[in-house]
């Protein structure tokens, strides 16, 4: 047996541990300081009670014979598909149910898509980016190439003819930066996949945190769209769900490459190889998109949205540059003094032990950079908040 040797090539990632044992360290030393985490890209809110709910009501359905379910249908159950597809005719995007595939997050599909892919395709990831899109693609043996997202691009990197990529990943809103795609920028991105037999993987997980309407939420909203992009979103962020698992991947009907339908493809892959997402876990999804679920997780949304307005405005006042945090639970902020993005990390510890997540862990244009998140409590934000006020000063 000859194992997967791309598995070698993998960058051990050390950005999580290292933040872990730095503060295990200072809090040994220092057991009587309050560290305060805004690093986690988890929620804290819990689950709202119209999930719930659902999920108890759907609990006690199973434990009755004539509402017991056995083996569900892999690519999700229609009362499901069919909340989705009414909450994209919302935002204008129609589509059909067969389109829809409920999955058990977004992270599972951004690496199972990858399956209908030949090897030799190249791939474009953006610099800085959520790693999965490197490390699927590494596993695989494809070729990556990279585009700078930096601030002289607003963190938002745009096409140009001399790149030559078969499969593009973009992320808006997006982590680590928050930066969102306008819907002119996007056009290019279509454009361009359109007019060079390209495919664009779009991950739209964050797209709840979006408030402006003239903002783009799903890529569908943009002409072009459906011949060349598949679209992957999910309830972690929105609904709390990252414990409970539930997403999406919308896979177009037109998407077809060398007489391929990859709507076909995906659910003759998911049919072999996925077991679908408890019926159980389909019901408290389906809750999300009641009037009661939406408003109740608008709610949360907010909490976290205010929370990362006081975070904004704390380094506005100190003249602090960052983006993100408007359309986005990240705050990107530029390391103060020309620290990198470690000594500063270092610099929030010792002297007001907020712990965040050092930008250069997400790519080399991260460095230099720092993430912020909004998942915190309130309390502790406010904390946080007065603690960098008071040190800025
Ligand atoms: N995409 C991005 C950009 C993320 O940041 C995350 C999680 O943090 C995911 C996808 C994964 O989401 P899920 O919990 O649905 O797998």
């Given at each position: ?70 083996y569900g249908p892999e690519q999700g159950y229609d009362f499901l598909k069919e909340k989705i597809s ?308």
């Open positions: 047996m000859k194992p997967n040797k791309n598995y070698q090539n993998i960058a051990q990632s050390y950005l999580f541990s290292t933040i872990a044992k730095k503060v295990n360290e200072f809090s040994a030393k220092h057991p009587d300081k309050k560290i305060i985490r805004l690093g986690i890209g988890d929620v804290t809110l819990p689950l709202c009670s119209a999930v719930v709910e659902a999920l108890k009501y759907a609990a006690e359905e199973l434990g009755v014979k004539e509402t017991f379910r056995g009414q909450y994209y005719s919302n935002h204008n995007v129609k589509l059909d149910n067969d389109e829809i595939f409920v999955s058990d997050g977004a992270k599972s599909d951004l690496g199972n898509i990858l399956d209908l892919f030949d090897k030799d395709n190249t791939v474009l990831v953006p610099d800085p980016v959520y790693p999965v899109y490197v490390d699927t693609n590494t596993m695989a043996g494809r070729k990556i190439l990279y585009i700078d997202a930096n601030a002289s691009n607003d963190f938002l990197p745009l096409p140009d003819s001399s790149i030559k990529a078969d499969i593009i990943y973009l992320c808006s809103p997006n982590n680590p930066t928050g930066a969102v795609y306008n819907k002119e920028q996007l056009k290019k991105w279509i454009d361009y996949a359109n007019s060079n037999n390209a495919i664009i993987l779009f991950d739209s997980a964050y797209e709840c945190f979006i408030t402006d309407e003239e903002l783009p939420r799903s890529i569908y909203e943009i002409e072009g769209a459906k011949t060349c992009a598949i679209e992957f979103c999910s309830l972690s962020k929105m609904a709390g769900f990252t414990g409970t698992r539930c997403g999406w991947t919308v896979v177009p009907k037109s998407l077809e490459f060398d007489g391929m339908n990859l709507n076909k493809m995906w659910l003759r892959r998911q049919t072999t190889k996925f077991n679908g997402v408890a019926y159980l876990v389909q019901k408290g999804a389906e809750a999300v998109f009641t009037p009661q679920g939406q408003k109740q997780i608008t709610e949360n949304l907010d909490y976290y949205k205010e929370n990362a307005k006081l975070i904004s405005e704390v380094l506005t006042k100190h003249n602090i540059w960052h983006i993100g945090g408007k359309h986005s639970p990240y705050i990107w902020l530029k390391c103060p003094n020309n620290m990198n993005s470690w000594e500063f990390f270092d610099y929030l510890l010792e002297n007001v032990q907020i712990v965040g997540t050092p930008g250069a862990g997400f790519g080399k244009n991260g460095e230099g950079y720092f993430r912020l998140t909004s998942f915190g409590s309130r309390e502790n934000t406010i904390e946080a908040v007065e603690r960098l006020d008071k040190f800025l000063s």
